[in-house]
């Protein structure tokens, strides 16, 4: 049972680190981004810190510590303009639905529905940002088609 | 060693108060993942089959539905990967529902839109009893089918405004 807990917190705590990443990103690409992109960035920015908060609330109530979001963090290629920051918008959602693809993973039945249903909206904004869908969200090797 | 013959197994299965070999009394139950794996398999046969329809009776929306017909084979061949036909069962090859398709291109649409909401359901419903694995599976699925529904409202939107 006390491994069960580990494991739940886990990947509670990766989905967490996953959602800082997130508003950290949409930081960066909020930065790069005007107009009715600029305001979906701002829309998604406050998803991820209202999906971070809740997170953090959930780990609270499991008697575990909150990760801390990093100062910064390293891009993962350079965004020099709105088209590297969509992209990167794009790369954030996909990172925070594969965070949530491994909440799934537990025995838990709670958070496994829990997890399976937080990948629903980074991977329909990921969708609005790249403009097409994938055939596996969240897995490490996503086929990309359409 | 005592060899098994017609006159000699009863007399080592009453020594050895056994039951008998599992096969004397047929084939295995199919365990409840197996039969869960099993619906998933036969849902998207399902609904490859009525995009197949879809696009045959509307060109038009060729472009829309190919990719989203693409990521459904893709998703059957990765559940029809993890099944291990059960003895005596086969694993479901043909689609077994079969509706009309709807009169209209954006009534299609919206059929196509409703059996995937339909689909993200059934998926979520599978992730109780699966393994960490094929849950994952299941849920992966669904997220995608969940942005195919987000992609077809958004070509309703569009056919709807003529834009």
């Known amino acids: ?146 | 060693m005592l060899a098994a013959s017609p006159t000699t197994l009863p007399l080592f299965l009453a020594l050895s108060a056994c039951k008998g070999p599992a096969v004397l009394s047929g084939p295995p139950p199919v365990s409840a993942q197996t039969q869960t794996l099993l619906h998933a398999v036969t849902a998207e046969l399902n609904l490859i089959w009525i995009y197949n329809k879809t696009m045959a009776e509307y060109s038009g929306l060729q472009s829309t539905l190919a990719p989203l017909l693409a990521e459904h084979r893709a998703h059957l061949a990765r559940l029809s990967a993890r099944v291990v036909e059960p003895p005596g069962k086969k694993a479901p090859s043909t689609a077994t529902a079969r509706p009309p398709v709807a009169a209209t291109s954006a009534g299609a649409l919206t059929q196509l839109k409703d059996a995937e909401q339909a689909a993200v359901t059934a998926q979520l419903g599978r992730l109780a009893g699966a393994s960490p694995s094929l849950a994952q599976l299941y849920a992966s699925i669904a997220t995608s089918e969940a942005t195919h529904v987000t992609a077809l409202a958004g070509r309703i939107t569009r056919t709807r405004t003529g834009s």
Request: charged share 15%; proline share 6%.
């Open chain 1, 1 to 146: 049972m006390k491994s069960v807990k580990a494991a739940e917190i886990a990947g509670l705590q990766a989905a967490l680190a996953a959602e800082h990443a997130a508003v950290y990103g949409y930081g960066v690409v909020g930065a790069m981004l005007s107009g009715g992109a600029g305001s979906q960035a701002h829309a998604d920015w406050l998803a991820h810190q209202e999906a971070r908060d809740n997170l953090e609330q959930m780990l609270l109530h499991l008697g575990a510590t909150p990760v801390a979001a990093s100062p910064a963090y390293e891009l993962p290629f350079p965004v020099t303009g709105a088209a590297s920051a969509v992209r990167l918008a794009a790369s954030l959602e996909d990172g925070v639905t594969e965070a949530y693809l491994g909440l799934v993973a537990v025995t838990d039945r709670t958070l496994r529905s829990f997890g399976a249903l937080a990948m629903q909206p980074p991977a329909n904004r990921a969708l609005a940002w790249r403009g097409s869908t994938v055939a596996f969200p969240g897995m490490p090797t996503s086929p990309t088609s359409a």
